[in-house]
C-alpha cells in the first residue's frame, strides 16, 4: 500500500504535460519553417532566374545592331537583376541569335556567354552550327530571333541532406524589333 500512494500521485500529476507536447511538435515545427523557408528560396530564384532570360532577351531584340561590349554590359545589368542571389560561380547567361535563310535549317549566327563563371553549352548549339530549337518553335526563312538562356546550379541553403543540388535552365525567345542582329558588330 505505500507503493501505491506515490505511484498514483505521479500518474495523476499533470504538470509536464505542455512540455511533453513540446518536445513532440517542436521538430515537425521546425522542419516544417525550414522546408517552408527553402521552397520559398526556390521559388524567388526561379522568378529571378526568368527574369534575367525575359530582360536580357529584350533588350538585345531591341537594339538596331549590337557589339560584343554591348552584350557585356547587359551581362553586367544581370547581377542586379537577379539580386539578392548572385551569378557567380553557379550560373551563366548565353545570348544567341539564330537565323534561317533560303529554306535552309536555322543556324546560330552568333552566340555570347557570360554574367557568371559557369561552364554551360547553349542547348541551341554553338555558332556556326545548325540550331535546336525548342518542340513547336520555328524561324521562317528570312527571319531571326534572339534567345537568351539562363543556367544555374541550384544547391540547397537548408535542407541539403533531404534535397539534391540540379542546374536550373530558362530561356527567352524574342524576335528583333529594328534590325535584323545576325552579326555582331
Known sequence: ???SNPLKRLFR?????ALIETAIVMPILTLNILGGMEISRYVLLNQKL???AASIGDLVAQAETISALDIDNLFEAAKFVI???S?????????????AADGNPPMVNWQRNGAGSLVAAS???AAGANATLP????VPS???TIVAEVFYDYTPWLMSGITSPSRLYHRALFRPRLGSLTTLQ
Open 1 to 3: 500500500m505505500r507503493f
Open 13 to 17: 500529476d499533470r504538470s509536464g504535460n
Open 50 to 52: 526568368d527574369r534575367v
Open 83 to 85: 539580386k539578392p542571389f
Open 87 to 99: 551569378l557567380g560561380s553557379n550560373g551563366a547567361v548565353i545570348v544567341s541569335s539564330i537565323g
Open 123 to 125: 542547348a541551341l548549339g
Open 135 to 138: 518542340q513547336g518553335f520555328t
Open 142 to 144: 528570312g527571319s531571326n
